[in-house]
Every structure is written in structure tokens, then in C-alpha cells.
């Protein structure tokens, strides 16, 4: 399967259209979402419609079920394929 391109979001909508649109490129349902973030079909749909009530874990662990990884960085700023992180 082809990689997704990655993607700017500054929006709790686009969060929610990022992550669906995801799901369905995958052939995922919602039921499968659900059960991997112990949470039901119904709860998945609403997250999806109203990403803003996603906690951190959720999010994350979402991500982490499509394939897709959270990556921050200053606006404008170019996403660097592998940077070196200095803690």
C-alpha cells in the first residue's frame, strides 16, 4: 500500500478527517478502532466528528493502530524525514 503524504493539521475537523479518511484507505471499520482503544463503534463514530475529545492516550494509541505517527513542530517549519531528538 502506498504511503500517506504527510499532512498539516491546525484543526480539531481536519484531526477528524485525517484519521476517518485513514480508517476507510485502510479498510478499517470503526467496530475494529473500537475494540483496539477498548471503546465502542458508536464512541469511535462521535471521536471522529468531534476529535477535540480525543485524550492524548486515545490519539496516540489511534495513530499507532492506522500506522500513522504524531509529529510536531513550528508552523512552516519542514517535517524532517528521520530528525536526531536531543532530550
Keep these: 500500500m ?24 485502510l479498510k478499517m471499520n470503526q467496530a475494529t478502532i473500537g475494540a483496539r482503544l477498548n471503546l465502542s463503534q458508536n464512541r469511535i463514530s462521535y471521536l471522529e466528528l468531534h476529535p477535540e ?17 504524531l509529529k510536531l513542530g513550528s508552523r512552516g517549519s519542514p517535517i524532517a524525514k528521520n530528525p536526531a531528538t536531543e532530550w
Design 2 to 25: 502506498d504511503s500517506l503524504p504527510a499532512q498539516t493539521l491546525v484543526t480539531g475537523d481536519q484531526l477528524g478527517q485525517a484519521l476517518r479518511s485513514t480508517r476507510k484507505r
Design 53 to 69: 475529545e480525543l485524550s492524548l492516550k486515545q490519539l496516540l494509541t489511534w495513530c499507532a493502530v492506522l500506522g500513522l505517527e
